[in-house]
């Protein structure tokens, strides 16, 4: 009782975090006593400022010199990595946000009946949850954290923070209530159900090792003889919960579900910041804590990565609804991501091009993923937006630039080369190859080409179709808007043309890998 | 076996080694305790209040009537066992049974006295305790909601489901302020044993008025005299005691969550464990603020006051005391509101709860850290969140105030609107002949015939 | 010794997977996943106790923690949508299909 | 000076200008894309004379680090056999352009006219990119992007069934192009050399197995692209949906892609691999040329015919390229070329056709030699091209390939060689039924080619009687540059056996 | 283990008592029958129909029972701070702080949108 030893905090290396977490904790008091009027005029420049502010942060370390040791007595690890993740997701989380203030995705009053008298007033009153604001920040903080944490406890608490506040973002949207609290309960469900394997799996290596710090397990995996089933019951529940919430198959069902039903301001913070986080999340456990039992799990994740692609592919082609195509579109991708993952290799080189191969796909997948969200935010009829399929025919006759702008992102989604996705694809694939993955990169390929063809069926329908003559008008973009579809697509052309400067910097973030 | 050490106090080193004889002795002597502690209590409470009203109370049954709690377990005994039709057999029975059981069991961590050799053995004189077992305490009590839960809502009326809702609500917002004002406590004694926290509340220091040197009985109500306020006010919402008795508010609810118990045992029982909560909270107030079981200061000084099994004396005396003290209150106040009383608990009780533990906190620190801590900065952060917390809560109330205020003026603009208009249709009273205040034909055994 | 309390905490586990897969009462699915979430926590402390460490009992607080934050959110989407839909079966739930 | 870099820019450039031009101005964006490409034309000329066919192999060279993280450069060049393709393109595209004058604003197009200029440009730039990339990452990138142009120009402004060829046509190339990412992620992968740099990786591969596998990546996208049977079924459909300038530039350069790609790379990056596939490609040329040709005979629509033909000649080709002699090479090469004229030629006359019947169909004319003379002449010179008659340009280079596979593999040359006579039944019954005869109703009120589509098809014409009289500059090119590329194979050297044979040995 | 034997020798003792109670009530007393006495008790009019499978908790209540939880978990966290409160020292008080700091701003926020009002 006695060996207590007062534990140490080193603020300054998680100041991004803090600054995070402080923003939302903020933005509750702002909702708390600023008056309804003033509130959205407060939380707008206090969570971009916020997010801008943790992203300078990271760059004062990337600059300063990365740390060395893991933080809070080694259960925050900001390392090369996880300063990647986190700048990324700050990006990505910025222009998320700056969809977000376009009033017309969220409900008035969550708790009114929808078509009730009650949601009519508050819709008449006008304006949205302000509260949006503040779980946006918690979700953005809890991603941080998931990504960078060194200790499965932290994971958890870092999926949970991440998780919660999203849980309730899905269920907001102001159009088509019904479907958006079903898409909420669903993801509450099957994440309420998938983070309990994730913690009993937890358990069971914490069985094993008799820690949660992700270095001790993968220092007791060569010391601790005799609990291997224990062990191996821990790492396929562990896997479970990880897999679910970068939506890899067999437990890829929420993502549609969940992506059509959302906001679709909270669709692009989900496709693009969650799926970084996870994989922040799934690489530190694969690699940092299980990296040496890499022979018992590569061949189940070989699997996973098969099956995520295929499914995700073939899936993709019998959508109608633009957002669930772009859901199972995003399933497709994290099976090429998984690719990267399963691409480890005995020496510290061959993983740092893995590494940095994920962490360029990350970044490039992120925010064309949002300018797509983007996008689809603008194509509107009367009752919202118009996310079936059949009302995007014609849309290029109607609107060149945006169907031209969607096309390109869909190209990019494709990995057509001179767009950013096609590096990224490039980068996991050669990853893989020279890890001795190929015959996945094949399947790869294959599923590429498979998910190539409803890409190019959304574009045939903008396109080549004839407009409905009821179709759907195209909202004046707010400025916000406009700038983040502007945002992404420069994004996309520029390191579809150049890439280089984002990839050194991945490498560089890379070099020295995880610390443990 | 050396000689027997009387007046060690005993450690949680000290329990789980009796034999399971000396146990079950204990067992039943804590049981038996209750059991005479409730028959007296309740003619003691009657007693009390009538003095106190001026009128005798009972005075039948037995000399002063102390027998008329016997005779009222044995009428309830004797009473007809309704199960009313509606109800959730299994849980109805089983409501009583939960309510109970936790009340005792809440109990058996009071410390009665020091060691003492029962028959040859060297034993604590206390059930049991554990390391947490002021926690266990609270979970038992947390436990009883369940009872009262499940009666409200086994008994399938209106009534009893929102009796047994409010009960339920107000004990656990009350458990809440309850647990941090124990926070305090912790704070100073460093350990959640009940018996640990009455050693530690031993040792005074020694008040010197020039020669004269005092010994000063380091009695947490003193130290930590807005604790002790706090968990006072919180025991009366906790066991539901007048000013703060809604559950049972019987000019409101009817009889609360127990409105489908008619007067039979299972009537007795859950007397009986609101009864008990009563007990252990005076208890928890005399182990934990009281000194427990040591003498006060001019009994301290005689050498063997806190041997043997005189501290049991102690402990009854300022056991009683607390307990009539409990009856004094139900003997002066009136109930309150049920949102006064909810806004009492979460928008009073627990931020100056919580400030106060800070305080306490800082102000220990300051008390025991050594001289390398620097004191400003944490008497800055301090004195900032002690101003902001009672800043907010300032501004909270008088918010609060002014829209109360408003709304009431606003109702009682309608109300004299509607009352110079008896058509608007607020007012005229529903006629008479409505169906509804006649119902169906009966043809059943008359009242009064029992 | 602590073997059995692991296959108690595998049971309870099982209980409550099976229960959320096969109910369809939103709420009760809820309440198998916090079993399940409470089946993590036996399995914490049993292996606290095995390790002789604290680790376990500290990790079961968190988990507590996390399953109070899902209640609160989970009870309030599912209250929402029952308000909607006067109806908290999961099959009703049915608008989003692939 | 970069003229290789230039000669991208130019294009690019011009295509942004059309696009930026006011809408409703369409003549301006027309006659500005004709300016933009007959600059091109005359840069590449000027770039060609300063081709010197005894210099080093690779000249006009620029290599810049692209993404040294991949170790991508930026790397172009020409050799005598890139040179000519990017000739044929250059000089394709203002043809291209006068002829689709009237293509964008005809009723069924979905887009604007200065989009399909613009996009016109735009696949210009990247035909040229893609001959003149020395760096293998870049000629793949060049190689897909140049879909997307394309598939547009399809999808946008084709016939009834556009958008189901152009979906056809991206798949099928996309898939062939991803397959061959594989290859070339192990090619960088396998050889460690840290560059894409195509003459850094000669000989970079030596084990026989990761050859193969190699070689058959590249080889599956060259042979969707080219097409080759029985890789081809998208070809027919995409070609007969295209606009006939569309149509010219997707088989007349665009499928040149596939076949300057097996030369280039499959034959010198894997020799030991392709001389194990020599039997199997050789077996599906050759059935590509019989299966082409009957195919062709019995088609209704002009342009799917024409495409069929087409099938035919890339079987001719590829057998030239496999063969792996000098005069099958140089012969195929020159096919390359002399096809993308002629079939260009017929795609545009049929074209012309097209826009005044509004049919694409064989039998809805008749006798229209009668009605535009000039018209039905043009037609017949250009299928005379097509089958390859002396005196006209592809009988040189089909004739070297003949020749050139008859070296070696005798029993093929004979079967491919009956490929001549099958192709003349197609072409002469086709003209037959269209212009011989007598003259049917609807084609009664038909103008004879006007100014414009005279200046179209008299340089095409010209072309297809000069090379087919004096080769010999092209020859000149590209000699060295096949020889060159054979050294590489390691395959032993034939005696000439034509007297046009360079001048330089 | 010991130190719960105790207090399960205590719940048997009670348990007996009560379980005792419950079962002997229905043969001491008195049986008969009489409708008004097993109708619901609503003050004597006709008592409202149940719906089947138990009545519906209102839902402020809800609000009161997650308010709950919330301070009950701070509470969790707050006893074994206070137990070592001597050895956190500094960092300790820091952190408790921090942490009561963070609750209070969601006290602060259920507060101003009337969660703690009842009536």
Redesign the interface.
Known sequence: MNGIQAPTIEYGTLAPMLVIFGAAIIGVLVEAFAPRYLRKSIHVPLTLLSTAGAFVLVIFQVIGGVPTTAAAMGAIAVDGPALFFWGVILVLSFVSVLLVIDDDHFVASAAAVPGSAAEEEAEIAGGAHTEVYPLIMFAVGGMLLFASSNDLLVMFVGLEVMSLPLYLLCGLARRRRLLSQEASMKYFLLGAFSSAFFLYGMAFVYGFAGSVDLAKINAALGTVGGLDTVLLIGLALLGVGLLFKIGAAPFQAWKPDVYQGAPTPVTALMASGTLVAAFGAVLRVFWVALGNLDWDWRPVMWGVAILTMIVGAILAITQTDIKRMLAYSSIAHAGFLLIGVIATSPDAEGNAASLSAIMFYLLVYGITTVGAFAVVTMVRDAGGEATHLSRWAGLGRRSPMLAGVFAFFLLAFAGIPLTSGFFGKYAVFLAAVANGATPLVIVGVVSSAIAAFFYVRVIVLMFFSEPAADGPTIAVPTAATAAVITLAAAVTVVLGVFPQPVLDLADKAASALFIR | MSLPVLAVDPTLADFGKDPLWITIIKAVGVFAFLMLGILFGVWYERKLISRMQNRYGPNRAGKFGLLQSVADGIKMGLKEDLFPNTVDKALYLLAPVIMVIPAFLAFSITPFGPMVNMFGVQTPLQLVDLPVAVLFMLAMGAVSVYGVILAGWSSRSPYALLGGLRSAAQVVSYEIAMSLSFVAVFLFAGTLSTSEIVSAQAAGGALEIGALSIPMPSWYVILLLPSFLIYVVCAFGEAARIPFDLPEGEGELVGGFQTEYSSSLKFALIMMGEYLHTFTASAMAVTLFLGGWRAPWPISLWDGANTGYWPVLWFLVKFVLVFSAVIWTRASLPRVRYDQLMALGWKVLIPLNLAWIMLVAVVKLMRTGDGSIDKTPVMVVGAIVIVGAFAVWWRFDTVNQRRKDAEKARVAAEFEQLANEPTAGGFPVPPLDLPHYHGAERKEVPSGTN | MTTEY?VL?ALL?AI??LG?LIRRN?IV??MC?EL??N??NL??V??AR??G?L??QI?A??????A??????????????F???RSAS?DD????K? | MPWLTILMAVPVVGAVLVALTPKGNDKLAKQLTLAVSVVVLALTIAMAVQFSPKGNRFQFVETYEWIPRFGVHYGVGVDGIALVLIALSAVLVPIVVLASWHDADSPNAKRSVKTYFSLLLVLEAMMIGVFAATDIFLFYVFFEAMLIPMYFMIGSYGGAQRSYAAVKFLLYSLFGGLLMLVAVIGLYAIAGKNTFMFPELIGAIQDPTTQKWLFAGFFFAFAVKAPLWPFHTWLPDAAAQAPAGAAVLLVGVLDKVGTYGMLRFCLELFPDASKFFTPLVIVLSVVGIIYGAIVAIGQTDMKRLIAYTSISHFGFIALGVFAMTNDAGAGATLYMVNHGFSTGALFLIAGFLIARRGSPYIEDYGGVQKVTPKLAGVFLIAGLSGLALPGLSSFVSEFMVLIGTAERYMVPAIIAATGVVLAAIYILWMYQRVAGGPTAESVKGFKDLNGRELWVVAPLVALIIGLGFYPKPLLDVINPAVDHTLVSVQVEKFTPAIAEKGAGQ | MDLYVPILVLAIVAGGFALFSVAIAPFTGPKRWNRAKLDAYECGIEPTPQPVGGGRFPLKYMITAMLFIVFDIEIIFLYPWAVSFDMLGVFGLVEMVLFIVTVLVAYAYVWRRKGLDWD
């Open positions: 692991l905490s586990f409550g997977a959320v939103a699915v809820f996943v399940m979430l089946a993590c399995a914490f049993t292996f095995m390790h460490n680790d376990g990790i607080f968190f988990v507590m923690v996390v109070a934050a899902e209640v609160v959110v989970g009870l309030a989407i599912i209250v929402t949508i308000r909607t839909r999961v739930a049915n608008l989003l692939y």
